[in-house]
């Protein structure tokens, strides 16, 4: 059996507790060695087999797989935060279909939000935004024409960007040609939740000025937007005037099933 493990945003301890439980028992940990975390190694059990994919083709990789479950072995793919973001797993998914291998996905915690708990912030905030846009910047991977950043900026609602780090100046002037003004409030996270993360509050204005000076280069999130910001209106979940499902307010006659 193959589980595909997110190993979380870079502590330790944000591994789920089923992920956590899969990596000790598994035989063979093939992870993605230039982002997760390497102390997540402690947790496999003596005589597990363990494989830098940083160093691997998918076909290596695919090829470890196929090795381990021909052997009766069970195999743990560590992807750094979510799988299912920036993880490039449908391609390993559909080599596991295609030779009638088993496989299973434990989902795992997102860098993105790590940075959000760096920042104390919230995403969708009422009256502000809704709507969170995670996406990257086109670099040597290139990503759909019209999944261009200057396209998407023109919502103007609250955006994570990942792998981009290296492109600040170009993220900075498509972000301006939408929504977003030099002073829409903005931050860059490093290595969110690392023992070494650092934060860098600013607007997008000062986005590539900051980068610079503190040498952020890689392994940072960029985020944007008005959620940053000091304004919001109150959540009507919690609002006394507002009935929902589990309690009355003051509207009592709304028949509300939220």
Not at 28 to 38: E, K, M
Not at 217 to 222: G, S
Request: charged fraction near 20%; charge should be negative.
């Amino acid at each position: 059996m193959i589980h595909f493990v997110g190993a979380g945003s870079g502590a330790v301890d944000l591994i789920t507790v089923r992920g956590q439980r899969l990596l000790s028992e598994a035989d063979v940990v093939i992870y993605a060695g230039s982002l997760v975390n390497p102390d997540l190694l402690d947790y496999t059990k003596p005589g597990c087999r363990c494989y830098d994919s940083a160093k691997m083709t998918l076909e290596e990789v695919v090829a470890v797989m196929v090795e381990a479950e021909a052997n009766g072995q069970d195999a743990v793919r560590l992807h750094t935060g979510d799988p299912s973001l920036y993880g490039a797993v449908r391609e390993q998914m559909d080599e596991l279909r295609r030779r009638g291998i088993p496989f299973a996905t434990v989902p795992g915690v997102s860098s993105f939000s790590a940075a959000a708990a760096a920042l104390e912030a919230e995403y969708t905030l009422p009256g502000v935004s809704q709507t969170l846009i995670v996406t990257r910047l086109a670099g040597r991977t290139p990503v759909p024409e019209a999944e261009d950043l200057a396209g998407l900026a023109a919502h103007g609602c609250s955006m994570a960007i990942f792998l981009s780090a290296g492109m600040v100046a170009q993220v900075q002037a498509r972000l301006l040609s939408g929504r977003y003004t030099a002073d829409t409030p903005a931050a860059i996270v490093y290595k969110a939740s690392w023992p070494d993360e650092k934060v860098f509050r600013c607007t997008v204005g000062e986005l590539a000025s900051v980068a610079a000076a503190n040498g952020i280069a890689k392994t940072a999130l960029i985020l944007v937007g008005d959620f940053l910001g000091d304004g919001y209106e109150r959540s009507k979940l919690y609002d006394p005037g507002f009935s929902t499902g589990f309690r009355k307010g003051s509207d009592a006659d709304c028949d509300c099933q939220l």
